[in-house]
């Protein structure tokens, strides 16, 4: 009992430790979505990192988009159920993409072999996969090597960011008609660079024009009609 609880707190001490050193000395970024910059350490992609988006494919998406537009290769590993389609509505471009949906047992050799070859790899491991501290670490030191990022799905030793949607709410349904036109979400971040705390945002995913946006309140939407209404105004 004494050796379960002693090893766990070397180990959180080690995630701190691992968290301080990447804020004094990461400085290279990838392109980040202004959406998720407020819930990942430093504001950005670091490169070199690992995160975990749990239980929203669109939200992960969503990190490989900047990176794409810039012209960073992608790649998307075990993620059947995703086509091409889907890929270019979340703004990847296609052309810069690598889809391996059905990589079976191999899965953590594929993601490897990818961490070589392109920036940004999103995998979502088998269920019942497990990924080993040894390997993982392997993994971190070609990434960081690489400047590459990795993201996935299910959990990941190490990781720099564990980001989650908490709370859902579509919009666009009336009185019992119309179609779903806009979800809103909370995404909740953990990090070891945060030393224990939380951070959370309230997000469009999408909003009604297909894209990731911060929800802006009542309030801010009025000050900034009031502005661009006085600006055009001002101009004649």
Known sequence: MFETARAE?????????????????????LPTSQALAGVLPGGALAAGGSYVVEGSTALALELLREPSRAGAWCAIVGVPDLGVEAAAAAGIDLERLVLVPHPAEQWFAVVSALVD?????????????????AAASRLAARLRQREGVLVSTRSWPHAHARLAVTESDWAGIGAGFGHLAARQVTV?????????????????????????????????????????????????
């Open 117 to 133: 070859a392109v920036a940004v790899v999103l995998v979502q491991p088998p269920v019942r996969a497990r990924v080993g501290e």
């Open 9 to 29: 707190e070397i180990r959180q001490l080690q995630d701190r430790i691992r968290g301080m050193q990447r804020t004094r000395l990461a400085d290279r970024t």
């Open 188 to 236: 909740a971040s953990s990090s070891p660079a945060w030393q224990g705390r939380t951070r959370s945002r309230r997000l469009w995913l999408p909003d009604a024009t297909g894209t990731v946006s911060p929800v802006v309140a009542r309030s801010e939407e009025h000050v900034e009609g009031r502005l661009e209404e006085g600006a055009l105004r001002a101009l004649g």
